[in-house]
């Protein structure tokens, strides 16, 4: 059945200097291989597209490697099995999986996560219940430790992980401020996600306002951004507070700080300030939250978390679904729908 299958795949062409463009990638179709035992055969439905992939453009040491010319681009996704030569799955069933920018992947099945419609739409699963959810969850609770009554400012907060940041940080009873770019996205956030204050970084007096919008400074920063969004809230930090360093977003594109005084600056602001600031990567706290599936998946039903999707339709949008990403054309968590479940 396979071998009449061809495969369209978006693939990585060129390191971009500065932004990613039209042309880092190039688009090819390839026959699907055959089935072996243990592995399924996975039609992507909807596909993800995350910030960190521009990081993998770069050919240096990080914690996810290089992207190598010619290499598919990596991602999540929800798919419907076409053909399963493993027990645990059959034809038709819904699953998450690393199925990449393409319409189809071969997964072995240990690697498939069960997708159930019953608990919430499928789509959460590149949302609240995915990576992006986790991120949230397991970063904040594990890395930020927020206290009721405790102010937790989140960054890129109109932003997929963003939004979930400071809806779990409400659950806690935290007082719970976004900062974002435009006057648009922030009122957003505030009127239909229930976030205390939101700040436009973009504004002239951005660092006034945050001041007036954390009037007991803040305990907790969960930053997905760095540079000189980052540099300004650790002024605002109170003594002992916690920094979860989630992304870096702001400097993704090669950006450099000008200033070569800044990290004397943040360095004293670590003593004088008693600060603990942890990076974290989303994979390193599973172990840390067995609970996570059922506690957002209840906040879902319950309406206490809420999500949105910037959503695209078609295999040809999923590079402009991207780069409108990375320059913040989205307001929640950005995904391409490629095919619809038969
Ligand atoms: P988002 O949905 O938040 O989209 C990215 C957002 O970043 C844009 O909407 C834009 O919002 C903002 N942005 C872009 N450029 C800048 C800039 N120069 N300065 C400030 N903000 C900018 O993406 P995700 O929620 O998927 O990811 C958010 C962050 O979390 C990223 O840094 C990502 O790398 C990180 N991440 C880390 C993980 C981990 O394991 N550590 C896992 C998942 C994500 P705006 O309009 O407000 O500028």
Partial sequence: MTSNLLNRQVAFAARPDGEPTAETFFIREVPVTALESGQILCRNLMVSVD???????????SYTPPLEFGETIPGRSVAQVVESAAPEFKAGDLVAIQGGWQEYEIVKA??????????????????????????????????????????VVVSAAAGAVGLLVGQVARQ?????????????????????FGFDACVDYRAADFEQQLTEATPEGVDVYFDNVGGEIAAAVTRRLNTFARVAICGLISQYNGQSDSDPKAMEEYLRWILVRRLTI??????????????????MSGWLREGKVREVFQRYDGFEQIVPAFLGMLSGKNFGKSIVRIAEPS
């Fill in 110 to 151: 240990r690697h498939a996560e069960r997708v159930d419609p019953a608990l919430a739409n499928p789509v959460s699963w590149l949302g609240a219940l995915g990576m992006t959810g986790f991120t949230a969850y397991g970063g904040l609770l594990s890395v930020g430790q927020p206290k009721e009554g405790e102010t």
């Fill in 278 to 295: 942890r990076g974290f990567i989303v994979y390193d706290l599973h172990k840390n939250h067995p609970e996570f599936t059922e506690v």
């Fill in 172 to 192: 806690v009873g935290c007082r719970v401020v976004g900062i974002a770019g435009g006057s648009e996205k922030c009122a957003r956030v505030v009127s239909e």
């Fill in 51 to 61: 910030p960190y992939l521009r990081l993998k453009m770069y050919d240096r040491e």
